[in-house]
């Protein structure tokens, strides 16, 4: 019965991994919308990105709620936790985007870039720790390796770049979105085998 169990649990959580797929999907299609409409909209003032980063936060601490509260995550206490920090975050920075454009852009700037450092540490930590679970881990470290280096460069970044930071950041986020894409195809993937 010992030897049954840790493979039972084992079974569990990759079903578990693979019934939400379409969280890393959503996640990865909303960073896409970000990215283009940063990349492809140079004109847009720092006031209209922070409204569209706003809606972002929301949506993506929406997503970690989800996850978090459905149990099909390791963590779910800290995922939890990081819904709702992205939820109010994001709510304050819609609701204000003069105030975070104008006199808290520099803060925000590293909220969000410590934000995106931490998950991605996060996501590095659990595709080596559940490696043996899923496969396409190398896509989810990839990502969360890409989110790190978007934390590092914001932290980095002086908001002198204007446009050009825009468009990079754009850019990134079009790159990030689409490696959470081919991670969730790959989830997904998981599911049906042991669906099957």
């Known amino acids: 019965m010992s030897e049954a169990t840790p493979g039972l649990a084992r079974e569990r959580v990759a079903e578990a991994i693979g019934s939400l797929w379409w969280l890393p999907l959503v996640r990865g299609l ?10 492809f909209r140079p004109e847009m003032t720092a006031a209209a990105l922070a409204q569209v980063i706003g809606v972002f936060l929301v949506l993506d601490g929406i997503l970690g709620l989800i ?28 609701a204000n985007p003069t105030i975070v454009a104008g006199v808290t852009a ?9 934000s995106f450092i931490l998950t991605g540490l ?16 190398g896509w989810i470290i990839l990502g969360g390796i890409l989110a ?22 754009g850019a990134y ?6 490696c959470l894409i081919v991670m969730a195809f790959r989830i997904r993937g998981v599911g049906k085998r042991l669906a099957a």
């Open 30 to 39: 909303l960073l896409i919308c970000v990215g283009a409409y940063a990349l």
């Open 67 to 94: 996850a978090g509260i459905s149990g099909a995550v390791p963590s779910r206490g800290w995922t939890i936790l990081r819904g709702v920090i992205a939820i109010l975050v994001g709510i304050f920075v819609f």
């Open 106 to 114: 520099q803060i925000l700037l590293y909220v969000v870039g410590f």
């Open 122 to 137: 996060l996501e590095v930590f659990a595709a080596i720790r559940d490696r043996k679970e899923i496969e396409g881990e």
């Open 148 to 169: 790190i280096l978007f934390g590092i460069l914001l932290l980095a970044a002086p908001l002198t770049f204007g446009r050009i930071l825009l468009q990079i950041l």
């Open 173 to 178: 986020a079009i790159i990030y979105g689409i």
